[in-house]
């Protein structure tokens, strides 16, 4: 369990740091600063503290999750998209500034994320809460993403 956890720990951790790469100032970009962002919109701590919580989390869900599936490939497909679509939205809203492309990619995660959920369900049962806190923040940040395409466009 401990070899798989430091996998998906470095794995996720990963895709923070290459997606930290595109995100140059972020929350404290001037472009960043003057879009009209949601009134629920967090201070800019919380995203770094949400996000190490999660990639925390869904290692354990990951490192539970890969003994118990007999078709791993699927898994490793769902995982790698889930990756992708994770590391691309950086770029995409902090980069590029392509606020409805990043809205497109933050919904497939969301999406995706709750698949996993459901999908996987009967094999974890309770170790499923451990992806609960990033579906949760996908849900939070897609309706982030949402209002500042609808008030920045």
């Known amino acids: 369990m401990i070899y798989r956890l430091i996998i998906f720990l470095l794995i996720n951790f990963g895709a923070l740091a290459f997606g930290g790469f595109f995100t140059g100032?972020?929350?404290?970009?001037?472009?960043?600063?003057?879009?009209?962002?949601?009134?629920w919109t967090p201070p800019g701590w919380v995203f770094g503290f949400a996000w190490t919580t999660i990639m925390i989390c869904f290692s354990f869900y990951m490192a539970c999750l890969w003994p118990l599936t007999t078709r791993k490939n699927?898994?490793?497909?769902?995982?790698?998209?889930?990756?992708?679509?994770?590391?691309?939205w950086n770029p995409a809203f902090f980069y590029y500034h392509q606020v409805g492309a990043a809205l497109l990619l933050i919904t497939g995660l969301?999406?995706?994320?709750?698949?996993?959920?459901a999908w996987y369900w009967?094999?974890?049962?309770?170790?499923?809460?451990?992806?609960?806190?990033?579906?949760?923040w996908l849900v939070i940040a897609t309706s982030l993403n949402g209002y500042i395409w609808l008030k920045n466009a």
């Open 122 to 136: 009967p094999l974890l049962k309770l170790k499923t809460a451990y992806i609960f806190p990033y579906l949760l």
């Open 110 to 117: 969301t999406l995706l994320v709750a698949f996993l959920l």
């Open 25 to 39: 100032k972020g929350v404290s970009s001037a472009w960043y600063d003057g879009l009209e962002k949601a009134p």
């Open 74 to 88: 699927i898994l490793i497909s769902l995982f790698a998209l889930q990756w992708l679509l994770n590391v691309a």
